[in-house]
């Protein structure tokens, strides 16, 4: 299952830091919690979108209202809360890991599968349907490029691509039941 938080950061004098706290302490909180097993945060190259999003893989719905998650991941980032517009949270149907995506990469959003890509590039996408939470967008199409393929999207309605901001995190408990 996928977690997704997407939000935009309306404090240009604060952001540098906040977006330290988020990448340095939140995400490493996070991946402590049981139950998360991947987290890597993004920016978005494109408008129309929230700034900034992030993917964590968790073993399901329950853990985002444990005890674990509400005293190390959930919520406690009240000093920035004013600043935070656009805040979105989903979960998504998913089976494995979220890929780990690279400095070199790109993550590709899209509203629907992309012909050309899986059939001429050789790119697989994954379809992502929303189960909980906002449930909106309620279905994604993910996919992990080259940098070099941005131009080509950057235009295209119902696309939005992102640059990592972070390595992906992991769980030292990953894939374990």
């Not at 939140?26 to 900034?52: D, W």
């Not at 697989?124 to 967008?137: C, F, I, R, Y």
Request: hydrophobic share 35%.
């Amino acid at each position: 299952m996928f977690y997704t938080v997407e939000c935009s950061y309306n404090d240009p004098e604060s952001e540098a830091e906040w977006n330290a706290f988020y990448s340095q302490q939140k995400l490493p909180a996070l991946i402590s919690v049981a139950g998360f097993t991947t987290s890597q945060r993004f920016r978005a190259l494109t408008s129309g979108c929230p700034v900034y999003l992030a993917i964590h893989t968790i073993n399901d719905a329950e853990i985002l209202s444990s005890e674990d998650y509400r005293l190390k991941g959930g919520g406690n980032f009240s000093h920035w809360q004013v600043y935070i517009t656009d805040w979105h949270r989903n979960l998504y149907e998913g089976q494995g890991l979220a890929t780990p995506i690279s400095f070199d990469n790109i993550l590709l959003l899209s509203a629907k599968p992309i012909d050309f890509l899986e059939t001429e590039q050789g790119y697989q996408g994954l379809e992502m349907h929303a189960v909980g939470l906002d449930k909106s967008p309620d279905y994604r199409v993910a996919y992990v490029l080259p940098v070099e393929m941005v131009p080509l999207f950057t235009e295209v309605s119902g696309v939005y691509l992102y640059e990592p901001l972070t390595p992906q995190l992991q769980s030292p408990d990953k894939g374990k039941p």
